[in-house]
């Protein structure tokens, strides 16, 4: 078994695994894993800078990984960074704070390599699955962007979009900056404009219809999927290979565009850095059902945190 680190640096949220991998079996074995919102992409949109205080957010949840890493004595430690530090013009000291406070220097990966870990992290488990057919669709719905990623064994093809629950709520349902509660049709109809434009991007490089599996990853698919479960506390080992219907995402849907942020911050299962975004990720995820032609998604816990871990294997 290796003992390996691995950390995902998003637009949004900030994750960390340790876990023991035998790269003969194929088991992966948890030891820690743990998540901060820290919206490193606060701002990037309009500014195309990192925020000081996004990256004060950032290196603080970079301190407490530090000594997690340590404690628990991982071998080799990896830390990808995605959408937002692709975009920032700053980035250099992003780079910098990471590499002074973990010893490594973040990787700003490529939407085609952040694709392919995802696929990974993903599917890992559902090969020779009974119940699910080949080829997967896997879609990764982020803060900045969102991965497809068509595959079965391997990947086939894999398109990086700029467009998140983050970046569609900062662009269309952010005024003055309080955010739209609950917005007006007009914003609603805006965003599902901006996603409508990034699936035909999607398209020229993925084949989107021929998925036989929706694979659905990140906060705002587990989100939505805890609650359909009716949870009433976050629970992984639930949500894990869960499955939502169409019928299910919609409704969900609307009532988190139509509800008050004290209405969705009373859902038990809702993270505190997610009430404002969680709308907009719900309807991107409904959005790609209804482009698919979906009628179940099937929601993994695992993703491209995972992924990045078996790269180290």
Same mark, same amino acid.
């Given at each position: ?6 950390? #995902? ?10 876990? @023991?991998?035998?790269? &003969? ?61 692709? #975009? ?23 939407? @085609?390599? &952040? ?46 979009? @700029? ?132 009628? &179940? ?17």
């Amino acid at each position: 078994m290796k003992r390996v680190a691995a950390i #995902d640096c998003g637009t949004n949220s900030i994750r960390l695994l340790v876990a @023991d991998l035998d790269p &003969e079996t194929g088991e992966l074995k948890d030891l820690d894993r743990r998540m901060e919102i820290v919206r490193l992409g606060q701002g990037v949109d309009r500014t195309g800078r990192l925020a000081p205080e996004a990256l004060e957010r950032t290196f603080a949840a970079c301190r407490k990984y530090a000594a997690v890493i340590k404690d628990l004595g991982a071998e080799r430690l990896r830390f990808v960074a995605t959408s937002a530090s692709r #975009d920032a013009e700053n980035r250099d000291e992003f780079v910098r704070g990471v590499m002074d406070i973990l010893g490594v220097e973040p990787e700003v990966i490529s939407g @085609d390599q &952040e694709a392919e870990f995802s696929f990974v992290g993903a599917t890992k488990e559902l090969t020779g699955h009974p119940h699910i057919e080949l080829p997967y669709l896997v879609v990764d719905i982020g803060g900045g962007s969102t991965e497809f990623v068509l595959g079965d064994r391997a990947v086939r093809a894999a398109r990086s979009v @700029d467009v998140g629950c983050v970046r569609m709520t900062e662009r269309h349902l952010v005024n003055d900056g309080v955010v739209s509660d609950p917005p007006a049709p007009e914003r609603i109809a805006a965003i599902k404009a901006d996603i409508a434009a990034a699936l035909d991007r999607a398209e020229e490089t993925v084949p989107l219809t021929e998925a036989a599996t929706l694979v659905g990853l990140a906060g705002s698919v587990t989100t939505v999927a805890a609650v359909a479960l009716g949870l009433d506390q976050y629970e992984s080992a639930a949500i894990h290979h869960s499955r939502m219907s169409r019928a299910t995402v919609a409704e969900i849907t609307e009532r988190l565009l139509t509800s008050t942020h004290a209405e969705r911050a009373a859902i038990p299962v809702m993270h505190p850095g997610r009430v404002d975004v969680i709308a907009a990720g719900a309807l991107v995820l409904l959005s790609i059902m209804d482009r698919v032609g979906a009628d &179940e998604v099937v929601v993994s816990e695992h993703d491209i945190l995972d992924g990045i871990a078996w790269s180290l294997a």
